[in-house]
């Protein structure tokens, strides 16, 4: 959920808890303001090319892209991995068109065949057909435009070129 807790905010009863310290002042400068866990991994590609892999991008994946990337000078996403289908580790899927021009290459997505369930009960919309993208961006509508690439335990994958071998939790 991240912090601070809406209802511990709203009930402090004048004591001091985490939600009071994460409401005080500005959240870019507070360490107990936190969002949704991620964790975006910048590395230099074999051909000395930067790349981005972020791990998970939950409901307040959008606050933490506009506080934090522009502060470290991040502008692109190459590769996503989902590590679960809850709300903490999805819901920001819908604002990864943000970081993508209208009519341009899709993000490579690795999730669990169970989690690609998940994403496709819940956004059902970011699975259209090359027809339906192309009458978006005829229309100037845009949604998140993603390659999705189902992974499995113990079988490593390759996301921009950098081996990663997944192991349940």
């Known amino acids: 959920m991240g912090t601070p807790h ?7 009863n004048g004591e001091v808890n985490v939600s009071v310290m994460a409401a005080e002042g500005n959240p870019v400068d507070n360490k107990n303001y936190r969002c949704n866990p991620s964790i975006l991994l910048k590395y230099l590609h074999d051909d000395n090319e930067s790349k981005n892999i972020i791990f998970d991008v939950g ?9 934090w990337f522009p502060r470290h000078d991040i502008q692109t996403i190459d590769s996503i991995i989902l590590t679960h289908g809850h709300a903490d580790a999805i819901f920001g899927l819908d604002d990864i068109r943000g970081f993508q021009k209208n009519g341009g290459s899709p993000i490579k997505v690795y999730l ?14 970011l699975f259209p057909t090359e027809e339906y993208f192309r009458e978006l961006r005829e229309n100037n509508r845009f949604v998140s435009h ?14 921009c070129n950098l081996k990663v071998t997944p192991i349940p939790g």
Do not use: G, M, N
Request: glycine share 0%; aromatic share 24%; proline share 7%.
């Open 59 to 67: 409901k307040t994946f959008r606050e933490s892209f506009i506080r």
């Open 6 to 12: 809406p209802y511990y905010l709203l009930h402090s």
């Open 112 to 125: 669990s065949e169970q989690c690609l369930k998940t994403v496709e009960k819940v956004f059902f919309y």
């Open 146 to 159: 993603l390659d999705w690439t189902p992974i499995a335990a113990f079988q490593s994958f390759y996301p």
